[in-house]
């Protein structure tokens, strides 16, 4: 249960009519703006980097960097790719052109594969964006999977 439910079942009884609403950031603002934090905010906390990547690799899956360019953390990436980052979203909503040639960049540079992504949420998305809106291409789909197969075909 994420807040978008919460809100979700606040609009079914009647105390608001949108998700994204006043009553929303009452609630759940980061205080970012406000004074104070909303009265039912609490902060997200992300694993680590590290252990993600390394969490994801052991499951079978392909560590990919999600949306770099809403956080700001490219830095960050040459670490990564030495723990194991295999991917990188270019597509994406947040990122714009810069962004986008940014992230080609960094890709060529330590061979990471491109994915992107429409960050569709249905009902309980922000956004109107329109899922598949972002699709990097199906080669870079192929070259997904050609990279699962290099590193757990050994």
Same mark, same amino acid.
């Given at each position: 249960?994420? #807040?978008?439910?919460?809100?979700?079942? !606040? /609009?079914?009884? $009647?105390?608001? =009519?949108?998700?994204?609403?006043?009553?929303?950031?009452?609630?759940?603002?980061? &205080?970012? *703006?406000?004074? #104070?934090? &909303?009265?039912?905010?609490?902060?997200?906390?992300?694993?680590?980097? $590290?252990?993600? /990547?390394?969490?994801?690799?052991?499951? %079978? %899956?392909?560590?990919?960097?999600?949306?770099?360019?809403?956080?700001?953390?490219?830095?960050?990436?040459?670490?990564?790719?030495?723990? $194991?980052?295999?991917?990188?979203?270019?597509?994406?909503?947040?990122? =714009?052109?810069?962004?986008?040639? #940014? /992230?080609?960049?960094?890709?060529?540079?330590?061979?990471?594969?491109?994915?992107?992504?429409?960050?569709?949420? %249905?009902?309980? %998305?922000?956004?109107?964006?329109?899922? $598949?809106?972002?699709?990097?291409?199906?080669?870079?789909?192929?070259? !997904?999977?050609?990279?699962?197969?290099? /590193?757990?075909? *050994?």
């Amino acid at each position: 249960v994420y #807040k978008q439910h919460i809100m979700h079942a !606040l /609009i079914d009884k $009647g105390y608001t =009519d949108q998700i994204y609403s006043d009553l929303y950031k009452k609630l759940f603002s980061r &205080g970012e *703006k406000e004074d #104070k934090p &909303g009265v039912a905010h609490i902060p997200l906390e992300y694993i680590n980097a $590290g252990d993600a /990547i390394a969490a994801i690799r052991a499951a %079978g %899956g392909i560590p990919v960097l999600a949306h770099p360019g809403l956080f700001d953390n490219y830095e960050a990436i040459p670490e990564w790719v030495e723990i $194991g980052l295999e991917g990188i979203e270019c597509k994406h909503p947040s990122h =714009d052109e810069e962004d986008e040639e #940014k /992230i080609r960049q960094l890709a060529e540079q330590f061979q990471l594969v491109i994915t992107g992504g429409s960050d569709f949420h %249905g009902f309980y %998305g922000d956004h109107p964006y329109e899922l $598949g809106s972002k699709n990097p291409g199906m080669e870079n789909l192929f070259a !997904l999977q050609q990279r699962k197969e290099a /590193i757990f075909s *050994k």
